[in-house]
């Protein structure tokens, strides 16, 4: 009964590893080029997501795109600079946000987002969701927000540039999520916005906000005061001192 007992527990831990393998084995990558010589499979943005399965990456090399994406599955949107372009850039034209993540446990890197909507939920990256990953991107002159979490748990929001929008980080209805090592500045009606309970620092660092002039006594990069967010009673405990040489960088 023992040996048998083991066996089975054997083969259940053998059929597990067999999926998880199976599993990264089967993910995709789905490359997007602006042009149809540049050796991609998809030249639109929204149809390689529609045609991703969970846990695809959705590559974007550099070019400028337009409309509004939406991602609609847990896979990874990664910009990739190409040919020595810049990051892909994506357009709203005025109208909603550049890019809205609907889907649980998804990723935005490395894209470029601009000109959304004016409307108080229209972002560069609006996330409408929860346990995702929103890192490395430049959101700029956005009508709205640069990053809007609305309704979201759980998500890491890290190393971000948020310059330039009508805002520059607003959160809604959210709770739980990690901001950290962002840039947000010459946003022109608030910086950072919060009407709940988040984490914006890591415990070690925090973000970098262009209305907040602090002091470095010990110049450790970091302010000797913590900065307040408004709306509820979140605050950052570590907030970024930033210097011109780091903004022109970013």
């Avoid at 053998?14 to 010589?37: D, N, Y």
């Avoid at 990051?87 to 909603?96: M, R, S, T, V």
Wanted: aromatic letters at 6%.
């Amino acid at each position: 009964m023992i040996k048998k007992n083991i066996k089975l527990v054997s083969g259940l831990v053998l059929l597990v590893i067999l999926i998880a393998v199976g599993m990264a084995q089967g993910a995709a990558t789905l490359k997007v080029c602006e042009c149809r010589a540049c050796g991609c499979q998809y030249l639109s943005i929204q149809e390689a997501i529609d045609k991703a399965s969970p846990g695809d990456v959705v590559l974007v090399r550099s070019g400028n795109f337009h409309g509004n994406i939406n991602v609609t599955k847990p896979i990874s949107l990664i910009g990739e600079r190409w040919h020595g372009g810049d990051l892909p850039l994506i357009n709203a034209d005025g109208n909603g946000s550049a890019i809205t993540v609907n889907a649980d446990k998804a990723t935005v890197e490395n894209i470029r987002v601009t000109n959304s909507g004016n409307d108080s939920s229209d972002a560069g990256i609006r996330v409408v969701s929860d346990n995702c990953t929103i890192r490395k991107n430049t959101a700029s002159q956005n009508g709205g927000a640069g990053i809007i979490l609305e309704n979201a748990r759980n998500c890491t929001v890290q190393d971000n540039v948020a310059r330039g929008n009508a805002y520059g980080i607003n959160l809604f209805n959210s709770s739980d999520n990690d901001l950290y090592q962002n840039w947000i500045y010459n946003n022109t009606v608030i910086d950072a916005f919060d009407d709940d309970f988040n984490h914006w620092d890591s415990g070690v660092k925090g973000n970098y906000y262009g209305s907040f002039n602090c002091t470095d006594e010990n110049n450790d990069t970091i302010c000797d005061s913590a900065y307040n967010i408004t709306g509820a009673a979140s605050f950052d405990r570590y907030p970024m001192v930033g210097s011109a040489l780091s903004l022109l960088l970013r």
